[in-house]
């Protein structure tokens, strides 16, 4: 079959190339991917900026979403069958959504939105688990409370918006001048033009912030959060407890909790709690996340759609920090 793939880590974004059909195991199922999309996450890889924690073997298939037709199950899987439409992302240990075929855990698929096509549903499992784990599962976030969500036209703070809207918090956010209203479109009440002001000056006591950008961001959150606050990275710095919840050996763990330190010391000092999501695969949240997209609460959101043949183009445009929503790449 055909698959995008590395063969070493470097700045060499991959080839295309044919690799054997995967074999599912007993609670696996076969899936042929009719589309998948490109993550951040995807480069990130690729250059081996998580060797550390992600011990992967090569070739390794890239691709951190997918969206497909089951083709066979496993003799354990008794919640798909062939024919079904799934979605999901894929297990950080197994990933390979840019492939014609991918042999998938049953516990991390789900059903895919009636009412999306594959292009769609393949935008969604990163950024919605992503935005579920850090507004529901850790934020526990409230109906009336504030969040602020950086860089709102990106694949995460897109979807973050709507998720966020739908709980019923008050939701601000940051972009270039040419989103501004592209963004109150998703449902934003505040948005701030990055290139106009500074957001620290302009928010106060804001109960969560979403922070996907870098180590000044950030900082700058803090100023924003009132006493009793989270702050939650998805961008880092780690924590020890992620280490923990990763099994990574202790030397890691004390590495990762020096690396936080600077931001828990001075988020204590004001009242407020640190936390770093790494997003994990689950089938279960996508099924909720399934409801709200059938509903109408969560809308996927397409920058440009590449073919198969162009996935490193699409990594490559992806990587320059411009896209308005997801970029999907067509496999069939």
């Known amino acids: 079959m055909k698959a995008f793939l590395i063969d070493r880590y470097g700045k060499n974004p991959g080839r295309l190339g044919e690799v054997p059909e995967p074999e599912p195991g007993i609670n696996d199922v076969l899936v042929k991917v009719h589309a998948s999309s490109v993550n951040l996450l995807d480069s990130k890889i690729s250059k ?6 992600l011990p992967y073997t090569f070739p390794l298939i890239m691709g951190n979403d997918l969206a497909g037709v089951v083709v066979r199950v496993g003799s354990g899987v008794r919640t798909f069958k ?13 990933i390979g959504g840019f492939a014609e075929l991918i042999a998938i855990e049953e516990s991390a698929l789900a059903l895919k939105p009636k009412n999306t096509s594959m292009e769609q549903a393949a935008a969604l499992p990163l950024v919605a688990l992503t935005a579920w784990q850090v507004l529901v599962e850790t934020a526990r976030l409230k109906k009336g409370q504030k969040v602020f969500i950086h860089a709102g036209s990106g694949g995460v703070g897109s979807i973050a918006i709507q998720l966020a809207k739908h709980l019923g918090a008050f939701v601000a956010t940051t972009t270039s001048t040419r989103n501004v209203e592209w ?19 302009v928010l106060r006591d804001y109960d969560v912030v979403l922070n996907s ?11 924003i959060l009132k006493p009793g606050g989270q702050l939650i990275s998805i961008s880092g710095p780690p924590t020890a407890e992620f280490a923990r919840e990763q099994k990574l050996f202790w030397g890691l763990g004390w590495i990762m909790r020096l690396l936080s330190s600077g931001i828990r010391r001075k988020a204590r000092k004001q009242g407020i709690d640190y936390a770093f999501v790494f997003m994990r695969a689950s089938g279960a949240q996508l099924q909720k996340i399934t409801a709200l997209v059938e509903s109408g609460a969560i809308t996927p959101v397409i ?17 320059r920090g411009r896209a308005k929503g997801k970029v999907v790449i067509k496999i069939l």
């Open 82 to 94: 062939p024919g079904d439409e799934v979605y999901a992302r894929p297990p950080q240990a197994r």
């Open 213 to 223: 950008l870098g180590a000044a961001e950030l900082e700058k959150s803090l100023r």
């Open 303 to 319: 920058d440009r759609t590449f073919p198969f043949e162009s996935t490193a183009e699409a990594l490559s445009y992806v990587e």
């Open 183 to 201: 963004v109150k479109a998703l449902g934003a009440d505040v948005v701030i033009d990055y290139t106009q002001q500074n957001v620290e000056t």
């Open 48 to 53: 081996g900026e998580f060797k550390l924690i």
